[in-house]
């Protein structure tokens, strides 16, 4: 965070020590996220600075446009944007602010696809599971399946 701005999101391990929101700002995008946690359709809405290309952005802003429990296809989205399904993918791992801009949304034609740089291990398991709460809503679970 910069400010009153969410400038990035980290996904931690489970053995990272929580510690307590050391701001007013802070409490409130933490309430925000357990409030999509508890149902994934409440939105995070929190103030962010979003920072990247202009092709990012353009991808980023169809990535918010995905309602939850909904995935589409990194060809589609790049169809949409005259672009190409690798340079979305780019994007996608370009992305500083997952949950607030849902690269999860998106997979490949074929099955999952990548997160976060990665098609495989616990990123993907991340994504899966993100998938897998939007698509059940509240009381999906809280750990990684």
Known sequence: MRGEAVTGIVFLGAEAALRPPRSVFARRAVQAL????ADPRAPVAVPYLERGTAFQRRVWAG??????GVTRCYSDLAADLRSAPRAVGGACRANPLP?????HRLVAATGLGGFMGTTSGSPCEIKAWLIHHEKNGAGAGTGVD
């Open 99 to 103: 949950l607030l801009t849902p690269c």
């Open 34 to 37: 357990d409030a999509y946690f």
């Open 63 to 68: 990535l918010r446009a995905i309602p939850a």
